[in-house]
């Protein structure tokens, strides 16, 4: 016997008939003796619908009706999904955010789940009945709902899977794991079997959008051992690891992976924009005097560069905002000119950062000049580099995307199966 | 000042267009100085999309689980509203049924409000906030969402109205309040300015489908006066009574009509089917034997008719039951033929119960002989007649309906202006 949560997004329970098939998952869990509680999005499409009705009801709209409005596709999916499977003989209730509680910060519309109390879904799964749960809520401190951000359903899995101390959360999904890189991209992408919650971390905020970065930091933090699967397989038979884990991939700690391989996937993120500031002075206050101001525009900066003042005065930033951000991000940076002082200010969109990831490379010498090797023989320019312990990105024109993707693929020997 | 509610209905908020409108509406009243507090239905076709999606997932469901999902459109419409409220400068927040709370019994599906906390709504109202309401839920004894029953939203308004001692509810609808007959069959039919609790509870439970009727009971047992008026009046400048009255009608207590008319309005009841069991034991019990049955059946019995028996062994008992009801009623009877012990059993369907109603009829002698006479003239033949104080119903062949009701309405002069 063990105790699961089992998460089904939007796509799983887009219709009657995905919610009876996601029943029937369910139901083999408690047949095999398991104590599940699920977690469920919304139908997909649902969501955006309620969106644009808080959007077309006003533009700038109070995030708490916002949250009151989009929460309740969680709770049809929840109520339907109970429905489903009482009507297939499993004992099922639904509980809404509230009704847990699921208790958040008041951060409305993106708000984070400070505390879960298990208590009785923990009763309710000793007495045989399957918990419900609407993923993406929970009820804020000023007693209202409250939901957690688009994706948010995953980081109600795993937070639940804490709360309750499940030894597995499964987050079933379209895809039935997470690859080596965009299968979409590169057919000869596999699947891994495991994966590290800091390797995860990193493929998931570079846009692998197989898991919410959030709940991959939950995962990690509370030791939640996950896995992504695929919603599509026989509910009844669905196909299995040899040492009888499901088919997938689980997200674990590092000290879990046996055989860590150097380098563990390629992820690339495009639509970005590209912003370099010239002949900046090179002292103290100077990178707050740029990074403060977009922040306060709600302008998320993802790689930032800084070289090393060649003459110890003057100095360059570079950094990357998505491409939608781009023309405000400009107007911020030169509306602060004078502030700021700098001598040009250089941008362009069409840029791509494609990224190499891996917990092996952090014994491993020579990673980083293999890919600037391999890229250089494609004659493609690498534009600014960064770097973190478990990760390479570089920044290149987003033409050469899928070439980039291939060949550092193919030469960290991902290819092979 | 004044302290208000105001009620929208499902087509009064069935888009967002409608939304803003209702909106207008609210504003103008908080303009004027008064505290308000709105109570919302589903955007139209919303419940039946909900309750389709309840019997798709399973014919037999949960009705707590029929709750959770079902209240979802009354939260939705409540979030919305208070988003348009906001956009145009008027303070406001939504209130689900489990945050006032408005408690009800555990009859989910179909619950009864058994109290309201109007402690939080007042404050805030005092604090010029508007309360804006989900209608037709609260939450049960068990901590879980529960409904009132279609129209429950009627109900909703007229508790809430109770609970924060308001000075009027205003039902706002599609229609510009309650008339002396259906205007669709009589085209002389009359807007009445006022009519009594009594009255409209009759006019309810005889069709007339402005209120519902657990609302008008609600509205008389706290003395709560409710007009019924249009939502799709100008919502700056609605068209208002002399006396500064809402344009509509009033439904309130017996002593506040000064100028009572004998008989107020003419009410139908279409798709009804009548049952007559012939020759039953004129004896304790024989009525129960028949009605407990079909009440178990949940099957709604409306007229019934035993004559006192002529040779004091043997009578019959009539009954009208809805036409959809009318084969499932049979078989009930059928099938409990040796308990009862009756010789023959009749029915059918194209049956229609007219009414005549008035709280004047009970100080007024030969109503109902005037109405008797009047069908004769016409050549309608009357099945069955009950009475009670302020009401005569006949049951007669449907296809002489439009006939009936257009001469009652005549011969009790509702047809002058």
Chains 1, 2 share one sequence.
Request: proline content about 3%; glycine content about 8%.
């Amino acid at each position: 016997m063990a105790r699961l949560v089992m998460k089904f997004g939007g796509t799983s329970v887009a219709d009657l008939d995905r919610i009876r098939n996601v029943a029937r998952h369910v139901k083999r869990e408690v047949d095999a003796g398991h104590q599940v509680a699920v977690v469920v999005s919304a139908m997909s499409g649902k969501t955006n619908e309620l969106v644009a009705l808080c959007r077309g009801a006003s533009i700038l709209h109070d995030a708490r009706e916002y949250d009151a409005v989009v929460a309740s596709g969680e709770q049809v999916t929840s109520g339907l999904l109970a429905i489903a499977l009482q009507a297939i003989g499993v004992d099922a209730r639904s509980w809404q955010g509230w009704q847990l509680p699921i208790r958040t910060d008041g951060a409305h519309g993106a708000a984070r789940i400070e505390s879960i109390d298990g208590t009785r879904v923990i009763e309710q799964m000793e007495a045989g009945r399957v918990a419900v749960v609407a993923g993406f809520q929970g009820i804020g401190p000023d007693g209202r709902i409250s939901t957690l951000g688009r994706g948010g359903s995953d980081t109600s899995a795993v937070a639940v899977a804490a709360a309750i101390r499940a030894d597995r959360c499964d987050i079933y999904t379209d895809v039935d794991g997470v690859y080596t890189t965009d299968p979409r991209m590169v057919p000869k992408a596999r699947r891994l079997d495991k994966v590290s919650f800091e390797e995860m971390l990193e493929m998931a905020s570079l846009g692998s959008k197989v898991l919410q970065v959030r709940s991959v930091e939950l995962a990690m933090v509370h030791g939640v051992r996950t896995f992504v699967r695929s919603s599509f397989e026989d509910p009844e038979n669905p196909k299995t690891q040899p040492n009888g884990d499901p088919f997938g991939t689980l997200i674990c700690d590092e000290d879990e992976i046996v055989e860590q391989e150097v380098v563990t996937g390629i992820a690339y993120s495009k639509d970005e924009a590209q912003i370099s500031i010239r002949r900046v002075a090179d002292q103290p206050g100077i990178a707050a005097s740029v990074f403060v101001p977009l922040a306060e525009a709600n302008i998320n900066v993802d790689m930032i560069v800084q070289n090393v003042a060649s003459n110890g005065a003057e100095t360059d930033i570079t950094f990357t905002v998505p491409a939608a951000d781009y023309e405000r991000a400009m107007k911020v940076i030169e509306d602060r000119k004078a502030e700021i002082g700098y001598l040009l200010l250089e941008g362009s969109t069409g840029v791509c950062k494609v990224s190499v990831i891996g917990v092996g490379m952090r014994s491993h010498a020579g990673v980083a000049a293999q890919a600037f090797k391999a890229l250089a023989a494609k004659g493609i320019n690498i534009r600014a580099i960064t770097t973190s312990e478990i990760k390479i990105s570089v920044l290149i024109e987003d033409v050469y995307t899928e070439l980039a993707v291939r060949t550092l693929h193919s030469v960290y020997g991902l290819d092979k199966g």
